[in-house]
């Protein structure tokens, strides 16, 4: 931070309620230096909310520091006490308010304090059952009647109360009824209140415990189910119906942890949230903890990092922040790494923060769970780190994760969150979220599932859609602003079978088209680019994917004529014409000032002239392929695909996909929707399925690819089941085409360069019909090839024709295994 940065922020710093306390005590004692009332202080009075309440009480009522009078905070007599003891002269000594004599020690009862025999006794005294006369109570009995020290005469309380749980289990021996009274209270007199309660109502042992008036009675009944009373009922939340520990009261009835938080919850004047109100600020406004915690009157100014931060610790040189707290680095015992961390009970171990809390797939059982031991190869659960189910705790919500707290475990607390975030305003949830919540909840690492849900971008996202569309349909998320959230968010709901599939590419596409065509009025633009976008373009797109998704190059393709059509078409307008009034003129001049839009226009304009849509005899350029462009490395080639082929260091897929553009002159569009249907085993042979003659694949590519296809991970949140070769990190959807293209170019394989030396090699040796169909390309690009790399086959047909008969129908057996001679000597070459 710079310096300048840190006089701003002190400067916004709220005075410390220390120093306001002081200035209180100060105006009063004068006597004393400020440094030394202001270290008695900080000594008597730790907390800095107390500080703040103590500063702000004083300061509206005084007279307590000059007369020593109470009423007042037990604490304001205790720094009264302590400043006089420092040396102060005008600060009043703590007198007793009923006597006025000075008190060394001080009894406390209702903000009222003085000496013992005034105060300390003062509601100890009755009228004793035994004797009538009004003495201090030394007991009372089980009618909690009061007796004195002389008469007092303690009655047992094991034998009824064995009488009262016999009426209930006959099978509880008074042995247990003994143990399980000791261990629920130590106190003598908590075990007499506890008998008293059992006995005057029997009910609380089945079912009625919630009410029972003192909670050590709940305590007695855990302690009895667990020594084996099955007709001594553990009683629910009254609230919620859970069996959690019930803890708190609420009214007459006492609740668990989480309806008692409800139930006190209250409008935060901060962050307008429903939530537990923890602290009222001077104005009466309520606060929940998060917003209490940010304030900046509880943050102190870092001693190590400079920053007006919350303190975590203090040191001698100040208080501290969570980051820069004192704490010793170690080497980690999972990761190896040396940092800060703590001492896992589980294994006596140091754990760092960065593997603190980290969710893993167990090496030892295959489940997911918090990492607990072993390394970052072969990492631990706790099942298989402690056997022992007596050593680890329970999650209290679904009661099977192993963990060292009852807190709620990562799985629920992410199922919870969903279940927030699922709920519409009238606490309704959509089919289809219910659907994709059952899935998320199985996610291997739920933490990075929490961590993505508490995005803004994710949050703002399903809000929007949970708020304004009861039923989620393909149709609701188009209406809403795209996004790749909401993109990301749609692919999961596709993959858990929530919506049913669609070509989003092409459905973006179509969304384009509308809103370009629709840009222009009624009339002959219009219906001329309508007529060559749907059908033309994508009618001709349609025809080829066979009710496969289109791929990004051909989307592109599609793309790329529709901004052409619609920039002539505008330039005809500017130009004050139209499509069926231009000349051959205006279509040279645009096409010379327009040269990036030369081969796509010209294909409109030849279009819109077959359609009559423009004059005939207008004529446009048609580019067509004049053969390989570029260099061909073939020594390049072979020393790459070795690299590939044995270097065991690059990533597995990448290795595989590389060898395919090397190899079999696979473009990047074609490699990233490869799925696992295109890979078969026969015996111990590998066949590949690019085109409808499979290929086998040679040593050790075929390895790799059986590799790829078992160990394949999809990185994805949820977990699917993918069929994609080459996975992406939307969940049902494969590695997009520019990702692969850049993880390629990163091992280097220049992706043009490489295709093209492959296919100019193999259409050399090869015949362009066989190649064609074992690579998957059209036979005129197949055709193409072959003559631009000058290869003859004129005398292939009256070869094969010459062959004999027997010959002939062993390679007709053989057919699955043909493939291209310089690919199938793989082995011998690399």
């Known amino acids: 931070m710079s310096t300048a940065a840190a006089h701003d922020q002190d400067a916004e710093a709220p005075p410390e309620a220390l120093d306001e306390l002081v200035d209180v005590l100060c105006r009063v004692e004068t006597s004393l230096d400020r440094a030394v009332v202001r270290a008695v202080t900080a000594a008597v009075v730790q907390q800095r909310a107390r500080q703040r309440r103590l500063a702000a009480e004083l300061a509206a009522a005084p007279d307590v520091l000059s007369t020593g009078k109470s009423p007042a905070p037990i604490i304001v007599g205790k720094l009264l006490l302590a400043l006089k003891q420092a040396g102060a002269q005008q600060l009043a000594a703590p007198v007793c308010r009923r006597c006025g004599r000075p008190c060394r020690a001080l009894a406390f009862a209702r903000r009222e304090w003085g000496c013992h025999p005034c105060v300390g006794t003062q509601t100890a005294h009755a009228v004793c059952t035994g004797c009538g006369q009004e003495r201090q109570v030394r007991g009372r009995d089980l009618l909690a009647r009061p007796y004195c020290g002389r008469c007092h005469a ?31 209270d130590k106190r003598t007199s908590g075990r007499r209140q506890i008998a008293a309660a059992v006995i005057a109502r029997s009910e609380l042992l089945t079912g009625e415990g919630a009410s029972a008036p003192v909670p050590g009675v709940l305590r007695f009944i855990e302690e009895l189910h667990a020594a084996g009373a099955r007709a001594v009922v553990v009683p629910p ?22 309806c008692a938080a409800k139930a006190r919850s209250s409008l935060c004047s901060r962050c307008g949230r429903t939530k537990p109100i923890c602290h009222r600020d001077e104005h009466g406004a309520a606060l929940c903890e998060p917003c209490w915690s940010s304030d900046p009157r509880n943050r102190e100014v870092c001693a190590g990092c400079g920053n007006l931060r919350r303190v975590y610790g203090r040191t001698e040189a100040g208080p501290v922040c969570l980051q820069c707290r004192p704490r010793l680095e170690r080497t980690c015992s999972i990761c190896g790494r040396t940092g800060r961390g703590t001492v896992s009970r589980a294994t006596g171990k140091h754990l760092c923060d960065l593997c603190k809390g980290h969710w893993i797939v167990c090496s030892g059982c295959g489940g997911s769970g918090i990492v607990r031991g072993g390394t970052l190869k072969n ?17 209290r919500v679904c009661d099977t994760t192993w963990q060292l707290t009852t807190a709620p475990c990562t799985r629920c607390s992410l199922d919870a969150r969903l279940r927030e975030v699922f709920t519409a305003a009238d606490g309704s949830t959509a089919p289809e979220l219910d659907r994709l919540r059952e899935r998320f909840v199985q996610v291997d690492h739920p933490n990075y599932a929490i961590t993505w849900l508490r995005k803004a971008n994710v949050q703002s996202t399903i809000t ?25 968010f749609r692919s999961m709901l596709i993959s858990t079978g929530a919506l049913e599939f669609r070509d989003e590419g092409l459905a973006r596409l179509e969304r384009k088209v509308d809103e370009t065509i629709t840009r222009y009025s009624p009339g002959e633009h219009q219906r001329a680019l309508r007529g060559f976008i749907d059908w033309y373009l994508l009618r001709r797109l349609r025809g080829r994917l066979e009710d496969k998704p289109a791929s990004p190059q051909q989307l592109r393709n599609v793309k790329s004529h529709l901004v052409a059509a619609d920039a002539f078409l505008r330039w005809l307008e500017g130009h004050g014409t139209t499509l069926s009034r231009c000349t051959q003129a205006d279509v040279e001049k645009y096409l010379n000032t327009k040269p990036a839009y030369a081969k796509q226009c010209s294909a409109f304009v030849r279009w819109a002239v077959r359609h009559r849509y423009a004059r005939s005899g207008i004529k446009a350029p048609a ?16 020393a790459l695909a070795r690299r590939l082929l044995h270097d ?36 111990d042979r590998v066949l ?51 990702r692969l293209q850049r993880r390629l170019n990163a091992i280097g394989v220049k992706t043009r360069q490489g295709r093209s030396t492959a296919l100019f090699t193999l259409t050399q040796q090869v015949p362009a019909g066989l190649l064609s169909k074992m690579l998957g390309v059209h036979i005129s690009v197949a055709v193409a090839w072959q003559r631009a790399s000058g290869g003859d086959w004129m005398g292939y047909a009256a070869e094969v024709a010459a062959r004999t008969a027997i010959r002939a129908g062993s390679r007709i057996a053989d057919t ?12 011998s070459q690399v």
């Not at 009655?155 to 261990?183: F, K, M, N, W, Y």
């Not at 939340?237 to 989480?258: F, Y």
């Not at 929007?464 to 990301?488: E, W």
């Open 154 to 184: 303690p009655d047992d309380v094991t034998t009824p109360l064995v009488e009262a749980v016999a009426g209930i289990d006959p099978s509880v021996d008074p042995e247990t009824v003994a143990a399980a009274l000791e261990r629920a």
């Open 237 to 258: 939340c009254p609230a919620c119906g859970r069996h959690n520990p019930l803890r708190r009261p609420l009214g007459a009835v006492r609740v668990c942890g989480h």
């Open 379 to 395: 990492p631990l659960c706790a099942h298989c780190v402690n056997p022992d189910p007596a050593f680890w705790k329970r999650c």
């Open 464 to 488: 929007a859609l949970v708020r304004g569309h009861p039923k989620i349909t393909h149709a609701a998320l188009d209406v809403m602003a795209p996004s790749k959230t909401l993109d990301h």
């Open 623 to 638: 580019t067509r392929w004049t053969g390989p462009a570029g260099p061909h490395d073939e020594d390049g080639r072979w």
């Open 648 to 683: 065991e260091a690059l990533p597995t897929a990448d290795r595989i996909a590389g060898l395919l553009v090397l190899l079999y002159a696979q473009s990047t569009s074609s490699i990233h929707r490869l799925t696992t249907d295109h890979v078969t085993q026969d015996g």
């Open 688 to 738: 590949l399925h690019l085109g409808p003659r499979p290929l086998q694949l040679p040593a050790p590519l075929d390895a790799l690819v059986r590799d790829l296809v078992a160990s394949r991970s999809t990185g994805t949140l949820i977990r699917t089941e993918s069929h994609w070769l080459f996975p992406g990190r939307s969940a049902g959807r494969p590695l997009h085409e520019s």
């Open 816 to 827: 699955p295994d043909v493939q291209p001679s310089r690919t199938s000597s793989t082995t």
